[in-house]
């Protein structure tokens, strides 16, 4: 059977191989600790589950707008408003299946075929195979730890060429927790300004930030908010991953493109998951601020726990979920290996029954990734057993 050649450029997920490996090993009778899911653990408010039960009964059954319901547009407008001070039109709004589809939604809109996007390693796993399966070309560009693997302005410099057509920027960053001030990412969006290239600014982890404040893109200027598609949605702030809700905001010419191909593709999000989504943009603040309370809570201890491995460097996560360990001190003990953080992971899960990710998911190979969005005391005891294992290398 041929399959496309698309298919064939395409790197199977690694977050999806270590479910598969844990699962398996699960059903041998292990029992793992499992820090490879970067999905919380908290379940989904109890006014947004009642809002879907009530959808439900209500009938809202029907296909609806394409671009989603007023009712959650709406409450869109109104959070970008409030909470990040931009404003927005209901017409710039498109509501899709998790941030996953308003990402892969925009690169079909704004791609031709060889047009390069802009990538800062490290980088969320799904980046270079969603451009890929759209026609462009990731361009990867190494960052350094002592910048908390944030772009700088000269790395952004040369990497772009006359085919460049967008920087894809995740603030805070998935795996590294980094969060971007005002003034790392104004030189940034101007240099873009100037070239006229997009930008896809992916703030999915937007309100779980820990710093005081948070700067999103579309805020910097009118020509920022011009050239900026903002990815952002409920899964990670709300709570409700299994939903699958996500939106952008955009100029209204880029949200209308947007929806025309997602009007081709699936029409809209559940309609059920759209109502709940509304309440859980208006009535749901104070369980995302619990939540984020709690993730900053173990943020703080595993923070001190790691500053007590030896030979490990990390940088203080200010957003997300995660840790990304650096593990390069370790590295030549790895010399024969085909991948580190393969071997890393591999010896991890099935000598010490621990779940992480490895750091070529993300292309940095010297590192590991781990989520507290798990209960503490298990990522506590992981990192124990990170220790154990660095201890006898
Ligand atoms: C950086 C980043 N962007 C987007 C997504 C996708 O989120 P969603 O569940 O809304 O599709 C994730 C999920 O892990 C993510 O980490």
């Known amino acids: ?64 707008m394409v671009p989603g319901l007023m009712a959650l547009r709406k409450a869109i407008v109104q959070k970008l408003k ?30 031709d075929p060889g047009d390069e996007v802009i990538v800062p390693k490290p980088y969320w796993t799904s980046y270079p195979e969603m451009i890929k399966l759209c026609g462009g070309v990731p361009v990867l560009v190494d960052t350094q730890i002592e910048n908390q693997f944030k772009l700088t302005i000269d790395e952004l410099k040369s990497a772009i060429t006359p085919k460049t057509k967008m920087l894809l920027i995740n603030n805070p960053s998935n795996p590294t927790g980094a969060v971007y001030t005002m003034a790392e990412l104004e030189p940034l969006v101007n240099l873009c300004i100037e070239k006229e290239l997009f930008i ?49 905001a955009s100029s209204p010419e880029i949200a209308k493109a947007i929806s025309t191909i997602q009007g081709h593709l699936v029409s809209h999000p559940s309609i059920v998951s759209q109502w709940a989504g509304a309440v859980a943009l208006t009535d749901c603040l104070d369980d995302m601020s619990a939540m984020v309370s709690e993730y900053k809570l173990r943020r703080d201890l595993l923070v001190e726990r790691l500053q007590k491995i030896k030979n490990v460097t990390f940088i203080q996560p200010d957003g997300a979920f995660y840790l990304f ?12 290996e085909r991948s580190v953080s393969l071997k890393i992971g591999d010896d991890l899960l099935l000598q010490y029954n621990l ?39």
């Open 1 to 64: 059977m041929n399959l496309s050649q698309k298919i064939k450029t395409i790197t199977p997920s690694y977050t999806i191989g270590i479910s598969t490996k844990v699962k398996a090993l699960k059903s041998e009778g292990k029992s793992i600790i499992d820090l490879s899911i970067g999905e919380p653990d908290f379940f989904t408010p109890e006014k947004a589950k009642l809002e879907g039960i009530d959808a439900i009964a209500r009938n809202e059954s029907k296909y609806d």
């Open 82 to 111: 409030t909470e990040n001070n931009v404003s927005y039109d209901v017409a710039d709004i498109v509501v899709s299946s998790g941030a996953k589809h308003a990402i892969t939604n925009t690169l079909l809109a704004t791609l």
């Open 200 to 248: 896809l600014a992916d703030e999915i982890y937007e309100r779980i930030c820990y710093t005081d404040t948070f700067t999103s893109i579309p805020t910097l200027s009118p020509e920022a908010k011009a050239i900026t598609i903002l990815v952002n949605g409920l899964s990670k702030s709300v709570a409700m991953t299994g939903w699958r809700i996500g939106y952008t």
């Open 325 to 336: 360990i650096d593990l390069s001190y370790f590295k030549d003990k790895f010399e024969a």
């Open 355 to 393: 779940a992480v990710v490895p750091g070529i998911a993300f292309g940095n190979d010297h590192c590991i990734r781990l989520s507290y969005a798990t209960e503490l005391s298990l990522v506590q005891e992981g990192l124990n057993r990170i220790e154990t294992y660095l201890n006898q290398l």
